[in-house]
């Protein structure tokens, strides 16, 4: 059994960093960053893990990341963003079907700790990943939703995820106030 950190939307490595000085077995685990935007590929220093710098999505290929407006700011690959993002500022960037690459790199039996914070495309990433099944290998998950983030974006959504999280007993976790649950 492997231990392995997903950091989905790493940004600039911040949940990471936490994550690597606050547990105690930090460093028995297998670290993955996912962090489409390039802005943010050289701010990982110290932490030692394997850097992709494709966005988590629903398939395998190319899609339209859309940029924030300012230097440190997030961007997105979901159109209807309501603040901080330039649709008119857009790069083409490699993405990943998230749950294929899951089942084909992991065991069911290893112990996961998925972190998303992708700025919406949770709304897409996770209802695939409870279709493929791949959600079946996720132990812990950290993050939020931003539907308040996005025109269009519904409590409906919402519900539906929060429902099919607690089916595979997961909800989303706050890191600081959850740190005890990780092995």
Same mark, same amino acid.
């Given at each position: ?11 600039? *490595?911040? $949940? ?63 159109? *209807? ?8 500022? &857009?790069?083409?960037? &490699?993405?990943?079907? #998230? ?6 790199? $992991? ?22 990943? $409870? ?10 998950? #950290? ?6 983030? $996005? ?15 607690? &089916? ?14 990780? &092995?």
């Amino acid at each position: 059994m492997k231990k392995v950190l997903i950091d989905c939307g790493s940004h600039v *490595g911040g $949940f990471t960093e936490f994550f690597l000085e606050n547990v105690p077995t930090a460093k028995d685990y297998e670290i993955h960053l996912f962090e489409p935007n390039p802005r943010f590929k050289d701010c990982y220093g110290e932490i030692k893990g394997t850097y992709h710098p494709e966005a988590v999505w629903i398939e395998d290929g190319e899609i339209d990341l859309a940029l924030g407006t300012y230097k440190g700011l997030s961007s997105s690959v979901i159109a *209807g963003k309501k603040r901080h993002i330039n649709y008119n500022n &857009k790069i083409k960037v &490699k993405c990943i079907d #998230f749950g294929k690459w899951i089942k084909e790199t $992991f065991n069911k039996d290893d112990y996961i700790v998925l972190k998303m914070n992708m700025e919406g495309a949770e709304y897409e990433v996770l209802p695939k990943m $409870f279709e493929d099944g791949s959600i079946e290998y996720i132990d812990l998950l #950290f993050g939020e939703l931003h539907k308040e983030k $996005f025109t269009g974006r519904t409590h409906r959504e919402d519900v539906f995820i929060m429902k099919n999280l607690r &089916k595979h007993n997961l909800s989303f976790l706050r890191m600081k106030k959850h740190i005890g649950l990780i &092995k």
